[in-house]
């Protein structure tokens, strides 16, 4: 079946330090990417997305590329700050499916 | 816009209880799923629905119901709560577009239940 496999956090950073959150998939259609970011107390919210091989989404300095090879699509940030901290979960979705498939989430934290 | 709105934003039941989780969208998305969180397993699909009268099961409906009368909402029902319902529920709506499979969900802030 379709699966998302995350690294396991949490993941602790200084501020203005180098992100790379790992996330691989199994799919066996041809999936859409997905990275959501969930603040403390609040609902997910979409971070950025890919829909196609060699894709690259991106959004407020965070990016990942759809690598259909290695089948990954792996967070980065390149200076991360306090404000950053938060749980980021991987998902994929199969055209025609309604189900997101999240992976188990990665808890960030940055210190100052 | 609200967006998506849940509540309660808490609840806690006892065993055996029935309860209904109310959610409620204003940006007139065809889709609204409902999942719950809990820790060290993501999110999981319990029901999602197509339109309006039209719901269908996800991952893990056992123990749940959902009904789907008009756009705006989506009610997840409890008829008889378990603790292993305890968890974090999220409501989420999307639009069904022409590139369906990359359009963005959006959530509810949760449902915090706890079940004793």
């Known amino acids: 079946g379709d699966s998302v496999t995350q690294m396991e956090g949490p993941v602790t950073l200084s501020e203005e330090a180098f992100l790379t959150i790992n996330c691989t998939y199994t799919a066996t259609g041809y999936p859409s990417l997905f990275w959501y970011v969930q603040y403390p107390g609040e609902g997910l919210q979409l971070l950025l997305k890919a829909t196609k091989a060699d894709d690259k989404g991106s959004n407020k300095g965070f990016e990942a590329t759809y690598r259909k090879e290695t089948t990954s699509f792996h967070l980065e940030k390149g200076s991360v700050q306090v404000s950053d901290s938060a749980v980021y979960f991987c998902?994929?979705?199969?055209?025609?499916?309604?189900?997101?498939?999240f992976g188990t989430g990665t808890r960030l934290l940055v210190s100052p | 816009n609200a967006g998506v709105t849940q509540t309660p934003k808490f609840q806690v039941l006892k065993t055996g209880q029935s309860m209904t989780l109310q959610c409620a969208q204003d940006?007139?998305?065809?889709?609204m799923s409902w999942y719950r969180q809990d820790p060290g397993m993501g999110l999981r699909l319990i029901h999602y629905?197509?339109?309006?009268?039209?719901?269908d099961q996800g991952e893990v409906p056992n123990g749940y119901n959902v009904s789907r009368s008009t756009t705006e909402d989506f009610p997840l029902r409890l008829l008889s709560a378990a603790p292993s319902q305890t968890s974090v529920y999220f409501c989420?709506?999307?639009?069904?577009?022409?590139?369906?499979?990359?359009?963005?969900?959006?959530f509810g802030p949760g449902t915090r239940l706890t079940v004793l």
């Open positions: 629905s197509v339109g309006a009268g039209i719901t």
């Open positions: 998902a994929l979705r199969i055209t025609g499916f309604q189900k997101l498939v």
């Open positions: 989420a709506s999307y639009s069904a577009g022409a590139q369906e499979a990359y359009n963005e969900q959006f």
């Open positions: 940006m007139n998305h065809e889709y």
